[in-house]
């Protein structure tokens, strides 16, 4: 019979504990390595464990449980995908239909030349680490809201409502386009926004460390300015506000920065500039640039990758 068939591929009840109220139906669990096969229904990574997907094809929901791993390439996911606390996605050549959504405490999510719907980062409240959400060669249909960690957009990602982040350690946009509204509050050391494009009002307030609009700054290298479709907001920031070889299609408002922001005379800034500024001097501009302050984070992820593809081997092929 065909339900007993189903089952049979161990396929369990979700009367587990830890699984997410949204998978009230049947799972499959993923330990090891699967390959080109069509998953009937909801697919479930057991906490602690490690699932390596090629080709897999899933036509419903994807939860990673506590401190599991889930590496895909070239998979394709009906639904949505949660990670919950210290699991970690790393997404290759991946499509996810749904939702993208790293739970409170969550390690992070590591997405490449995938294409995802809206993504989350919830808080991280009192959980131990710093999760981070990197996104490179990618295309999001959605908005990307994240509460907490490590962000980076970079390499020609693509986003397709607004980016958001309120108390993130950093928020950073590099070579990128987000088609809504950009906003960074309260990041604990800064925002780096270079050769990107926004087409909605950005607006930064509450950061420490600093806001870099472009090159000249002090927080990360930056090879070229972007581009704000609507007037850009900087507010009560600690740390360096520079703004350099940047277009605004709109004015520049700047209040309760402290020190003053150095806006260069390269930027075409249509709308003026209103509120405290100093012209940024020529040693500004020939500032060495800084080191990539993402480089922990990526080493993180590569260890991290290397573990659960190492595990997943061990285990052998996952009985999908």
Same mark, same amino acid.
């Given at each position: 019979?065909?339900?007993?068939?189903?089952?049979?591929?161990?396929?369990?009840?979700?009367?587990?504990?830890?699984?997410?109220?949204?998978?009230?139906?049947?799972?499959?669990?993923?330990?090891? +390595?699967?390959?080109?096969?069509?998953?009937?229904?909801?697919?479930?990574?057991? &906490?602690?464990?490690?699932?390596? !997907?090629?080709?897999?094809?899933?036509?419903?929901?994807?939860?990673?449980?506590?401190?599991?791993?889930?590496?895909?390439?070239?998979?394709?996911?009906?639904?949505?995908?949660?990670?919950?606390?210290?699991?970690?996605?790393?997404?290759?050549?991946?499509?996810?239909?749904?939702?993208?959504? !790293?739970?409170?405490?969550?390690?992070?999510?590591?997405?490449?030349?995938?294409?995802?719907?809206?993504?989350?980062?919830?808080?991280?409240?009192?959980?131990?680490?710093?999760?981070?959400?990197?996104?490179?060669?990618?295309?999001?249909?959605?908005?990307?809201?994240?509460?907490?960690?490590?962000?980076?957009?970079?390499?020609?990602?693509?986003?397709?409502?607004?980016?958001?982040?309120?108390? +993130?350690?950093?928020?950073?946009?590099?070579?990128?386009?987000?088609?809504?509204?950009?906003?960074?509050?309260?990041?604990? +050391?800064?925002?780096?926004?270079?050769?990107?494009?926004?087409?909605?009002?950005?607006?930064?307030?509450?950061?420490?460390?600093?806001?870099? !609009?472009?090159?000249?700054?002090?927080?990360?290298?930056?090879?070229?300015?972007?581009?704000?479709?609507?007037?850009?907001?900087?507010?009560?920031?600690?740390?360096?506000?520079?703004?350099?070889?940047?277009?605004?299609?709109?004015?520049?408002?700047?209040?309760?920065? +402290?020190?003053?922001?150095?806006?260069?005379?390269?930027?075409?800034?249509?709308?003026?500039?209103?509120?405290?500024?100093?012209?940024?001097?020529?040693?500004?501009?020939?500032?060495?640039?800084?080191?990539?302050?993402?480089?922990?984070?990526?080493?993180?992820? &590569?260890?991290?990758?290397?573990?659960?593809?190492?595990?997943?081997?061990?285990?052998?092929?996952?009985? !999908?």
């Amino acid at each position: 019979m065909k339900r007993m068939a189903v089952v049979a591929a161990v396929v369990t009840v979700t009367a587990l504990a830890g699984v997410p109220a949204a998978h009230a139906g049947l799972v499959t669990h993923c330990v090891g +390595t699967g390959g080109a096969v069509t998953v009937p229904n909801d697919l479930l990574v057991p &906490a602690g464990e490690s699932c390596t !997907l090629t080709g897999t094809v899933i036509t419903g929901n994807v939860s990673v449980l506590a401190g599991a791993n889930l590496v895909t390439d070239g998979v394709r996911i009906a639904g949505d995908l949660q990670i919950l606390g210290d699991g970690y996605l790393d997404s290759k050549g991946t499509t996810v239909n749904g939702s993208v959504e !790293l739970a409170a405490g969550g390690y992070g999510v590591y997405l490449r030349e995938s294409t995802t719907g809206p993504i989350a980062v919830r808080p991280q409240g009192s959980a131990p680490g710093e999760s981070f959400l990197f996104v490179e060669a990618s295309q999001v249909s959605g908005t990307v809201n994240a509460q907490a960690g490590q962000v980076r957009v970079d390499r020609g990602s693509e986003i397709s409502e607004s980016l958001s982040t309120t108390n +993130t350690h950093y928020t950073d946009l590099h070579d990128s386009f987000v088609d809504g509204a950009l906003s960074v509050l309260n990041s604990s +050391t800064g925002s780096v926004i270079c050769g990107s494009a926004v087409r909605g009002r950005s607006t930064f307030a509450g950061n420490l460390g600093g806001v870099q !609009l472009g090159p000249g700054g002090r927080l990360d290298s930056c090879a070229s300015g972007g581009y704000f479709g609507r007037e850009v907001g900087i507010s009560n920031t600690t740390g360096m506000v520079t703004v350099d070889d940047s277009i605004i299609d709109g004015a520049l408002n700047l209040t309760g920065n +402290t020190p003053a922001a150095q806006v260069a005379a390269n930027n075409r800034i249509r709308g003026g500039v209103n509120g405290p500024h100093t012209a940024a001097g020529a040693s500004a501009q020939r500032r060495a640039a800084p080191e990539p302050r993402d480089e922990a984070v990526d080493e993180r992820a &590569a260890d991290r990758r290397t573990d659960a593809v190492k595990e997943a081997v061990e285990a052998g092929p996952a009985d !999908l």
